[in-house]
């Protein structure tokens, strides 16, 4: 058994991990805790705040004690408006407190865009402007060549979470771009690990989704690899093990 624990802002899309565990199909268990956010706003002081070491360590313990392998903190917004050398920070802050591997849902799709071998990317962000351009710009710091940016201008995670299927293909198509490889959908607050299959097969092309890659990142740590195609092709690299 593989356990693997994240820190959750609040209360949006946290339905979005149960639903992952089960389309693993494997051994994976995923432990959630749920951090205070203070303000509910896609605003970078309240940003900051929420992903502040004080609030990400006060959940630490019942993680630890859970048994996880690795914690990632499950916010995207929470970690990248700190920049790149400050999100850095956070997550090292992150991993003494925790006394275990530690990393940020900002570096997971990092990580996940060298994974699936793309290039150029398109941002589909459900935030204001101003914040997703923080997005665009920690994923540049990273070696990523982002090929737009669309924002929503969405204030609040809250409003998020109540999007369906219908607006989460709709972010998608409009933020695509023909001519990237791949589309980013950064907010943890938005459900789409049902939508996975739906937004690749509308887009024609691979699509990253926060809560996904989140939970990549989590198994990347520990040293796993789980084959898992309703999870996208992010889930598709590793080889079918037959038991």
């Known amino acids: 058994m593989t356990?693997?624990?994240?820190?959750?802002?609040?209360?949006s899309a946290e339905d979005d991990y149960p639903r992952i565990e089960q389309l693993l199909g494997s051994d994976v268990r995923l432990q959630l805790v749920h951090t205070d956010i203070g303000e509910d706003a896609h605003r970078v002081d309240a940003l900051r705040e929420m992903g502040s070491p004080a609030r990400l360590a006060a959940g630490v313990e019942e993680l630890r004690l859970s048994?996880?392998?690795?914690?990632?903190?499950?916010?995207?917004?929470?970690?990248?408006?700190?920049g790149w050398e400050g999100a850095h920070e956070q997550v090292r802050a992150l991993a003494r407190a925790a006394g275990l591997p530690a990393s940020s849902t900002s570096f997971a799709f990092a990580h996940a865009v060298r994974e699936i071998g793309a290039r150029r990317v398109a941002i589909a962000a459900t935030y204001p402007q101003d914040v997703a351009d923080l997005v665009a710009a920690f994923l540049r710091?990273?070696?990523?060549?982002?090929?737009?940016?669309?924002a929503s201008g969405i204030v609040?995670?809250?409003?998020?979470?109540t999007w369906g299927e219908a607006e989460i293909l709709a972010v998608g198509r409009a933020g695509d771009r023909p001519d990237a490889d791949v589309v980013l959908l950064p907010d943890t607050a938005l459900h789409t690990a049902a939508?996975?299959?739906?937004?690749?097969?509308?887009?024609?092309?691979?699509?990253?989704?926060?809560?996904?890659?989140?939970?990549?990142?989590?198994?990347?740590?520990?040293?796993?690899?789980?084959?898992?195609?309703?999870?996208?092709?992010?889930?598709?690299?590793?080889?079918?093990?037959q038991v």
């Open 3 to 11: 356990a693997l624990g994240f820190l959750y802002p609040g209360h």
């Open 141 to 150: 710091e990273a070696g990523v060549e982002v090929v737009s940016t669309r």
């Open 67 to 82: 048994g996880a392998e690795a914690v990632v903190w499950a916010c995207t917004s929470g970690s990248f408006v700190y």
């Open 195 to 241: 939508h996975l299959p739906a937004l690749e097969k509308a887009l024609s092309k691979p699509v990253l989704t926060a809560n996904q890659v989140t939970v990549w990142e989590a198994l990347r740590l520990a040293g796993r690899k789980v084959n898992a195609p309703t999870l996208g092709t992010l889930f598709t690299k590793a080889p079918i093990i």
């Open 156 to 161: 609040t995670a809250a409003e998020v979470g």
